[in-house]
């Protein structure tokens, strides 16, 4: 594996990312044999799921073995495989971008147009990420942009942590705090007899107060390294890539055919990005259809900078196997949920969680939904996915309790997204981390007392729009 990959899994956050996984396999293959079965099913059709109860505990011993491949075969297995796939071709375009110098012509143009407004770029890169989130829903996609960001940042003078915090940190507050996002907000109010509109005045507000505080964050971040560098978490690693990379010698000029060709692909890759996510025939299909940009225009953009084709095949192909461990961490990943599905306690465990807050004030109640998501989004990372298992059941707790419709969903979109940034059973925050060599441990220790603050926020507007019968 070459060393001056920008887009490869760094063996060290490997290997910890997956004994925290297989940790929490053995926790739940230990759990089958504690709760018994029962599953949501649609007894009459139309008339919404029920519990229904099968007993039983425990769950085979070879199938909790060979869960990682069983994955494959279960009705996540093509989604998972899609991921892989994805991760792959990223993995070979970032390369060949690299090797043919279109990573070196951005970012020098970058410096070059805002070497003396690095914070009003910082600004404008989070905003723009934020936009993406909660417009749109992009949140996978964001991994695409990543390396760039992260290059940026160290060519200011910033750290890793730096260009995670403006790409993977800012789509993920912005898919928090969704405006329009078609994959919450958008099924979740078909399911609830809501219109998107519905409500918008109060996400709007909340998008607003969480990019300030974002924006605060990683302010206090890039002036403390910039007072004492060393104590960024990767100051050595970044050291390291900043040498390899040869940064200020290759980012003090760049090639404008090479920028050109590039920013073309870019608007190519942003434009497929954004159809999948609004086209109603492609919402479905976003990431395979990304998957396919990044593969047909990295192709084009090194034919039209005159490099041959077997030569960007070669590279492509190269970047493909420095990315290809992550597809063992997506499967081990997957596989959690897999075993508690297919050991049916899944059902009984929601279940038990409901019983447990029946008949509670409207304010329990709030925070009892939060609840649900937040240890349910644990096991199922999938927006769409929670939208047909859990809405209904919280649709009809929020009824009972008198908790409005809106504020429901407010809760679901809350838990459902700031979540995706520290929860280890998430293959998109796993991918990230790895691709930047920033380990898992690392992370938590540095966002958490952010997610500390964004919980009590959440907590508190869930709260306030109860107040203000929103």
């Not at 705090?177 to 909340?206: D, H, K, Y």
Request: net charge positive.
């Amino acid at each position: 594996m070459n060393e001056d990959k920008i887009l490869k899994i760094n063996k060290r956050s490997f290997i910890t990312v997956c004994a925290i996984l297989v940790a929490f396999m053995i926790a739940v293959y230990i759990m089958t044999f504690f709760v018994e079965k029962g599953m949501y099913v649609e007894l009459i059709p139309g008339a919404g799921l029920e519990y229904q109860f099968i007993g039983g505990t425990g769950y085979s011993f070879w199938r909790f073995l060979g869960s990682p491949l069983l994955v494959f075969l279960s009705e996540d297995g093509l989604s998972v495989l899609v991921i892989g796939l994805f991760i792959l071709i990223l993995g070979g375009a970032f390369n060949v971008i690299q090797k043919t110098k279109g990573i070196q012509s951005i970012i020098s143009y970058l410096i070059s147009r805002f070497k003396t407004k690095k914070y009003l770029l910082m600004y404008i890169i989070i905003l723009a990420f934020m936009l993406l989130g909660s417009l749109f829903g992009i949140f996978e996609e964001s991994v695409t942009l990543l390396p760039i960001i992260v290059i940026l940042a160290l060519s200011l003078g910033w750290d890793t942590f730096t260009g995670l915090g403006m790409c993977l940190l800012a789509t993920g507050f912005g898919f928090s705090t969704a405006i329009t996002n078609p994959f919450s907000i958008g099924l979740a109010t078909e399911q609830m007899g809501l219109r998107v509109v519905e409500g918008i005045w109060f996400r709007i507000i909340i998008f607003i107060i969480l990019y300030l505080l974002l924006c605060l964050f990683m302010t206090i971040h890039v002036k403390k390294i910039e007072k004492k560098p060393e104590s960024s978490p990767t100051y050595e690693s970044d050291r390291e890539k900043f040498a390899k990379l040869n940064m200020e010698e290759n980012f003090s000029s760049y090639n404008r055919r090479i920028l050109k060709t590039y920013t073309l692909f870019f608007v190519w890759v942003l434009a497929a990005i954004i159809a999948s996510s609004i086209i109603p025939a492609l919402q479905g299909y976003s990431i395979p259809v990304i998957a396919i940009s990044f593969l047909i225009g990295i192709f084009v953009c090194g034919l039209a900078i005159g490099e041959k084709f077997a030569h960007i095949g070669k590279m492509f192909l190269s970047g493909v196997g420095s990315i290809a461990p992550a597809i063992v961490m997506i499967a081990l990943a997957a596989s959690i949920k897999f075993i508690l599905q297919d050991s049916q306690i899944m059902g009984t465990i929601i279940k038990q969680i409901v019983n447990w807050f029946s008949g509670s004030s409207p304010i329990l109640g709030i925070l009892f939904i939060y609840l649900i998501i937040l240890l349910i989004q644990f096991f199922i990372g999938s927006a769409s996915a929670k939208v047909i298992l859990i809405i209904p059941i919280i649709s009809i707790i929020a009824t009972d309790l008198g908790i409005s419709q809106n504020i429901a969903l407010l809760a679901f979109i809350f838990g459902d997204g700031f979540t995706d940034l520290i929860y280890p059973t998430n293959p998109v925050l796993l991918i990230a981390l790895g691709i930047s060599s920033f380990s898992y441990t690392k992370w938590v220790k540095k966002t958490f007392l952010l997610q500390l603050i964004v919980l009590g926020l959440t907590v508190g507007f869930l709260i306030l729009g109860y107040f203000l019968g929103y």
